[in-house]
T-cell receptor, first 114, second 112 residues
Framework: QQQVKQSPQSLIVQKGGISIINCAYE??????FPWYQQFPGKGPALLIAIRPDVSEKKEGRFTISFNKSAKQFSLHIMDSQPGDSATYFCAASNPGAGSYQLTFGKGTKLSVIP | DSGVTQTPKHLITATGQRVTLRCSPRSGDLSVYWYQQSLDQGLQFLIQ???????AKGNILERFSAQQFPDLHSELNLSSLELGDSALYFCASSDSPVDTQYFGPGTRLTVL
């Protein structure tokens, strides 16, 4: 059972454009939603994270939008740059049991073309 | 650089063998998580330790085990290896059981 569904699998965006990646979750106990960026040969790196008490969080060119009722959240990358080309993973966790173990989406490979 | 180190970077072994992957968390971090990344399953949580004690268990096979030592480094032991165990294994650390996780560079395991 895939608890976090991510789409699209791959995305091609022109430089300067907006990249949008969507995730949906099933477990209503999730209450921490991070996004990770992974370059080839590297480990995932935390990009931005949100908790369900806010509907949007912005850090630089990266914004998370969160819709609790729809159980969906998305990552928007404004003014996308070739250096943003990477695989992006959404994730969710339920820390109620005292652990932030992450349940990841399958990933989105983003290519930003000049 | 996340501050989390993992050794070895690459490991090639044969089916039926046993290997040990090592992780050193960021300075001061008490919590260590292990994840497996494969093409078909994606990133999956295996197990978490906090200050030497097992805190949470995920999709970890019985052939796999882990421990966290008094100096807080952790080892993931994989035994009776099968072809399907070939994957990237990541360690992540955080400074409490419920905080942001920082991932290491991973160990790529190839089972032939």
């Amino acid at each position: 059972q895939q608890q976090v569904k991510q789409s699209p699998q791959s995305l091609i965006v022109q430089k300067g454009g907006i990249s949008i990646i969507n995730c949906a979750y099933e477990n209503t106990a999730f209450d921490y939603f991070p996004w990770y960026q992974q370059f080839p040969g590297k480990g995932p790196a935390l990009l931005i994270a949100i908790r369900p008490d806010v509907s949007e969080k912005k850090e630089g060119r990266f914004t998370i939008s969160f819709n609790k009722s729809a159980k969906q959240f998305s990552l928007h990358i404004m003014d996308s740059q070739p250096g943003d080309s990477a695989t992006y993973f959404c994730a969710a966790s339920n820390p109620g049991a005292g652990s932030y173990q992450l349940t990841f989406g399958k990933g989105t490979k983003l290519s930003v073309i000049p | 650089d996340s501050g989390v180190t993992q050794t070895p970077k690459h490991l090639i072994t044969a089916t039926g063998q046993r290997v040990t992957l090592r992780c050193s968390p960021r300075s001061g971090d008490l919590s260590v998580y292990w994840y497996q990344q494969s093409l078909d399953q994606g990133l999956q949580f295996l197990i978490q330790y906090y200050n030497g004690e097992e805190r949470a268990k995920g999709n970890i096979l019985e052939r796999f085990s882990a421990q966290q030592f008094p100096d807080l480094h952790s080892e993931l032991n994989l035994s009776s290896l099968e072809l399907g165990d070939s994957a990237l294994y990541f360690c992540a650390s955080s400074d409490s059981p419920v905080d942001t996780q920082y991932f290491g560079p991973g160990t790529r395991l190839t089972v032939l």
